[in-house]
């Protein structure tokens, strides 16, 4: 099997840097890359009785945008679409809302709390 490219390591890191970031401010891993044919959930975490979807986005350069503008209409849709699948396998559907973090080339994070 061949080594992952740069970027797919860089993603993964940042997945990584984010999940540490938000357990220290007491949030509790539930999944990592949850996928369906629906989409993907970089992680998903408990806040309290909330369920929070978590989109992580790198930029290491800032020249198209941050984090936040980079999630348009159709990843917003993908996001719903993936959460409602991991909804449907729950006995009881909690509380819920979308976070997008944002990290920068100095590792610097953007927590958006309740994006859309």
């Not at 629906?38 to 290491?60: A, M, N």
């Not at 917003?76 to 729950?90: D, T």
């Amino acid at each position: 099997m061949s080594p992952k490219p740069p970027h797919l390591r860089r993603g993964e890191a940042a997945e990584s840097h984010a999940l540490a970031w938000l357990e220290r401010r007491g949030l509790k891993a539930v999944a990592r890359n949850y996928r369906c044919r629906g989409g993907e959930i970089d992680l998903i975490v408990q806040d309290g009785p909330t369920l929070v979807f978590v989109e992580v986005r790198y930029r290491s350069r800032n020249d198209y945008g941050g984090a936040a503008e980079s999630v348009d209409r159709r990843k917003r849709q993908r996001l719903q679409r993936a959460a409602e699948h991991y909804l449907q396998r729950l006995e009881r559907i909690p509380p819920c809302r979308f976070d997008i973090i944002g990290i920068d080339a100095d590792e610097r994070i953007d927590w958006i709390r309740n994006a859309f």
